[in-house]
């Protein structure tokens, strides 16, 4: 259980980290331009995969202990699909 929430806290402080960086004004990254909530949106929905997803969850235990704590190479891929979504669907209706 530990092990589990170890992996949590730190996907959380990973993406705050993030998110940080990524709104301020001139950073060139993917949330430059949205509001606050559009950005904590969009980056809590990523996250969210991370940590609630017990088949992404499970897949990314299994490779840490099998690669020495490497992530895993297509970790990233739902996450990334379920952010973009919900960034279009920010799109659609804040008109972004």
């Known amino acids: 259980m530990d092990t ?3 992996y949590i806290v730190q996907m959380m402080e990973e993406a705050q980290l ?3 960086e990524s709104i301020k004004e001139g950073s060139k990254l993917k949330y430059e331009g949205m509001t606050e909530n559009e ?3 969009s980056v809590l ?3 969210a995969v991370h940590c ?3 088949n992404e969850i499970d897949a990314d235990l299994k490779y840490e202990s099998k690669h020495g704590r490497h992530p895993r190479p297509n970790r ?3 996450t990334k699909e379920i952010e973009d979504k919900i960034k279009e669907e920010l799109k659609r ?3 972004m």
Do not use: F, P, R, V
């Open 76 to 78: 990233e891929d739902k």
């Open 52 to 54: 609630t997803d017990i």
């Open 93 to 95: 209706l804040c008109g």
């Open 18 to 20: 993030y998110y940080i």
């Open 39 to 41: 950005a904590l949106g």
């Open 4 to 6: 589990i929430i170890h």
């Open 45 to 47: 929905s990523h996250e």
